[in-house]
């Protein structure tokens, strides 16, 4: 049996000794588009998917629904604000200080674009 081609993930085709093809042993479904890395991490999509579900969320509120550290979410927040993906509020309540994420356009169009690429893959493993 031949081995896959590394680059392409794909089973060789079958020859006949005439050197023409007859059959693929093994057919792959096409390699999905590429997923943007910033929302594929488990952290990050659990922020943006609650804040997709909400109008905005406190710092304490995220931090406590994904069940992470304040460094953590720092860190995953910080990355996604770059990215523009989310907004960050930040003010004084009383005396305390507080932040405020929300979701912005962009967050979730990029949101939208990855389901549609996870629906896509998942119906591709459902039809084999």
């Known amino acids: ?32 588009a590429e997923f943007d890395r910033l929302i594929h991490e488990r952290m990050r999509l659990g922020i943006v998917s609650a ?4 109008e905005s969320l406190s710092f304490h509120d995220l931090k406590k629904l994904l069940a992470t550290t304040d460094g953590n979410l720092s860190v ?37 674009i990855y389901l549609d690429q996870m629906e896509a893959l998942i119906d591709s493993m459902r039809a084999r």
């Open 1 to 32: 049996m031949a081995r896959p081609n590394p680059l392409s993930g794909r089973q060789p085709q079958e020859k006949r000794m005439t050197g023409r093809v007859t059959q693929r042993e093994h057919t792959q479904a096409p390699a999905p």
């Open 51 to 54: 804040l997709a579900a909400n």
């Open 76 to 112: 995953h927040a910080r990355k996604l604000e770059d990215a523009k993906y989310i907004v960050c509020e930040k003010y004084f309540e009383g005396r305390l200080p507080k932040t405020v994420y929300r979701l912005s356009s962009a967050g979730r169009h990029a949101l939208e």
